[in-house]
């Protein structure tokens, strides 16, 4: 189950996504800002985050670079009511997934959650074969210490034996 997190300053927009989405087994949280979803992201992150551009507090650019830098991997959908090409542009140079113009069709966001889907396993696996490595590291260092102090050990014990005794 995808956890997604709606941040528009519109109710209606936030209803209808929400609707949409949680028949698709979606758990879906809102926002009504940008500073409202960057605390509740904070708070728990979610495996997508579709914000709009034009809000008050804090735009949906804004959340984006701060969202990317919070997690990298994030599947960032951005949505507009003012469609532009710099627009478009400007958030998939600061790391959006995808952008959508209002107003949108079911079957756009059918394939927008399809390949955020596959995004998200992706990331999960990239995420398990860190944190694999990060284990593999920690190994070989402790195994590196334990074979140091065999090696002490050994030099201990072979200078006492090649020691004589003194009576």
């Given at each position: 189950?995808?956890?997604?997190?709606i941040?528009?300053?519109?109710?209606?927009?936030?209803?209808?996504?929400?609707?949409?989405?949680?028949?698709?087994?979606?758990?879906?949280?809102?926002?009504?800002?940008?500073?409202?979803?960057?605390?509740?992201?904070?708070?728990?992150?979610?495996?997508?985050?579709?914000?709009?551009?034009?809000?008050?507090?804090?735009?949906?650019?804004?959340?984006?670079?701060?969202?990317?830098?919070?997690?990298?991997?994030?599947?960032?959908?951005?949505?507009?009511?003012?469609?532009?090409?710099?627009?478009?542009?400007?958030?998939?140079?600061?790391?959006?997934?995808?952008?959508?113009?209002?107003?949108?069709?079911?079957?756009?966001?059918?394939?927008?959650?399809?390949?955020?889907?596959?995004?998200?396993?992706?990331?999960?696996?990239?995420?398990?074969?860190?944190?694999?490595?990060?284990?593999?590291e920690?190994?070989?260092?402790?195994?590196?210490?334990?074979n140091?102090?065999?090696?002490?050990?050994?030099?201990?014990?072979?200078?006492?034996?090649?020691?004589?005794?003194?009576?």
């Amino acid at each position: 189950m995808l956890d997604v997190l709606i941040v528009d300053d519109e109710a209606k927009i936030r209803q209808v996504l929400e609707q949409i989405l949680s028949a698709r087994d979606c758990a879906v949280r809102q926002a009504q800002d940008g500073l409202d979803g960057l605390a509740q992201f904070k708070q728990r992150p979610s495996d997508i985050v579709i914000t709009d551009i034009k809000m008050p507090k804090m735009s949906g650019v804004e959340l984006l670079r701060e969202l990317k830098h919070l997690d990298p991997l994030l599947n960032i959908v951005v949505i507009t009511a003012f469609p532009s090409v710099e627009g478009a542009v400007e958030a998939m140079r600061y790391g959006a997934c995808d952008f959508i113009t209002k107003p949108f069709d079911i079957s756009q966001i059918q394939a927008i959650l399809y390949r955020c889907q596959q995004r998200v396993s992706l990331s999960r696996q990239l995420r398990q074969a860190g944190t694999g490595m990060l284990k593999l590291e920690e190994l070989n260092r402790r195994l590196a210490e334990l074979n140091d102090l065999k090696s002490q050990f050994l030099a201990a014990l072979s200078h006492e034996i090649n020691t004589p005794l003194c009576l």
